[in-house]
């Protein structure tokens, strides 16, 4: 029994425009196969929020798979949604006053409670007088009087209202202090390693921070785990008690994104998050430390126009396709189909096409009896820098994001590649004439 090596693509045959490596290479009868190795014979296998300054003009530029580039931003972060891989990072894990982006994290919980029928959406809540109390961007809320939950999300999430925040934390929780260690042991969770939460509005308090990677993670899990409520994200303006106010989020207004979130205060300046997809990819963006809300809206708008422009979507393979047929020892077929287990996608930056080098692995010939699933060996890309392929589960409600970190020059990932239809072994007499020589597969 041998090792067999089946080189799918190399050099600028790899991928084409997304379209999928195999194109026509790799298919049986057109695979480069490398020298055997042989198999051994007896059954081997082979700094705490509200305490920090003001943020100043900050000249270092964000690291990306392609190079340094400039951004204002003090802390920024973009990943592709499908893979989680970080397109540009900027003091990603540093921990920054995250201002109204809290409210993500706020929405989230809603959202949750929500989806599990413990809030509906035309149901009311009261408002407290610590509510309307509550300062800063307001959706005014009346004192003494219930207000729908869907007023209330949108209050929040389109007019940022500070009031609509304790309205609902007091509604789901009981106290704003009670939701905000909901918040907490939900981001821990989730692996928001570097966010803590003192309240549920993002108002200036020590202890209370978020990260940059953070706020593209909930980000991530709002658009995965509840798409059925993003669109709140997306409305560009709301009226409520005779007053109307817009979106704060340019980028959603000018049809350049379809969510998420603003946030502003003096200690952690102007901030951004949003998201878009544009011809079948999304990205996520975290931005934050800007000195207006003007340069606020051109910079997200510049880094989102930068992720698409720069990176093209590369199909390897789809769940079942079929990469090379394998012999088969003593069955009544002589090969079968060796098909890869799931879909296998990520991103490149443009023009590192010809550096991917991609191959099967399997042990042949594959004894008889074979079931169809049954494992056969490994698909592995190998990329040629820095860039991280991450090919993920099937996403779970509620479930921490794969972490995406930086790898190594030279990164290879596996996929396990299984057999694509049953084949018998072969009867009795069948085994004895393929023994003697007479029928050998």
């Not at 798409?227 to 106010?245: D, G, L, R, V």
């Not at 077929?333 to 991103?347: E, G, I, K, N, Q």
Request: hydrophobic share 45%; proline share 6%; charged share 15%.
């Amino acid at each position: 029994m041998q090792t067999r090596r089946i080189l799918l693509a190399s050099g600028a045959a790899a991928i084409t425009g997304g379209a999928g490596l195999l194109n026509g290479v790799g298919l049986s009868g057109t695979a480069l196969a490398a020298k055997p190795r042989h198999a051994p014979r007896h059954g081997g296998k082979a700094a705490d929020s509200a305490q920090t300054p003001a943020p100043a003009v900050d000249s270092t530029p964000a690291m990306t798979p392609i190079g340094p580039v400039d951004t204002v931003a003090r802390w920024a972060c973009i990943t592709d949604f499908d893979s989680g891989q970080v397109l540009l990072e900027k003091a990603a894990d540093e921990h920054m006053p995250p201002s109204s982006l809290t409210k993500m994290m706020t929405a989230y919980i809603v959202f949750g409670m929500l989806n599990a029928g413990r809030l509906k959406l035309d149901q009311t809540l009261p408002v407290s007088e610590k509510a309307w109390r509550m300062q800063g961007s307001k959706m005014f809320v009346p004192l003494g009087e219930s207000v729908p939950v869907q007023d209330l999300i949108q209050g929040m999430l389109i007019q940022s209202g500070n009031d609509a925040c304790i309205v609902l934390a007091e509604g789901v929780s009981g106290s704003e202090e009670q939701f905000v260690a909901l918040m907490n042991d939900t981001a821990a969770k989730l692996g928001m390693a570097n966010s803590h939460f003192m309240n549920t509005t993002g108002w200036p308090a020590e202890g209370h921070y978020m990260s940059a990677r953070d706020v593209c993670t909930i980000a991530t899990h709002l658009i995965r785990d509840f798409p059925q409520y993003y669109h709140f994200f997306s409305e560009t303006s709301f009226a409520f008690n005779k007053i109307n106010q817009g979106n704060r989020n340019v980028l959603v207004d000018k049809g350049l994104a379809d969510g998420l979130k603003t946030g502003h205060t003096d200690a952690g300046g102007f901030g951004l998050c949003a998201s878009s997809k544009r011809e079948g990819r999304r990205v996520v963006m975290g931005i934050n430390g800007m000195a207006s809300s003007n340069i606020r809206a051109h910079e997200g708008e510049r880094l989102l126009g930068w992720a698409f422009a720069n990176f093209e979507l590369a199909v390897i393979a789809h769940k079942g396709q079929v990469l090379d047929q394998a012999p088969v020892w003593m069955g009544q077929d002589a090969t079968v189909p060796v098909v890869a287990s799931r879909d296998v996608t990520f991103l490149l930056p443009h023009g590192w096409q010809s550096r991917v080098h991609i191959s099967v692995d399997y042990l042949a010939p594959v004894s008889a009896p074979i079931t169809v699933g049954q494992s056969l060996g490994q698909l592995t890309i190998t990329l040629p820098t820095s860039q991280t392929a991450l090919v993920p589960p099937a996403p779970v409600a509620g479930a921490p994001m794969p972490a995406a970190a930086p790898a190594p020059q030279g990164t290879v990932i596996t996929v396990p590649v299984e057999a694509g239809s049953a084949v018998a072994k072969l009867g009795f007499g069948g085994r004895i004439a393929a023994r003697l020589g007479m029928k050998r597969h």
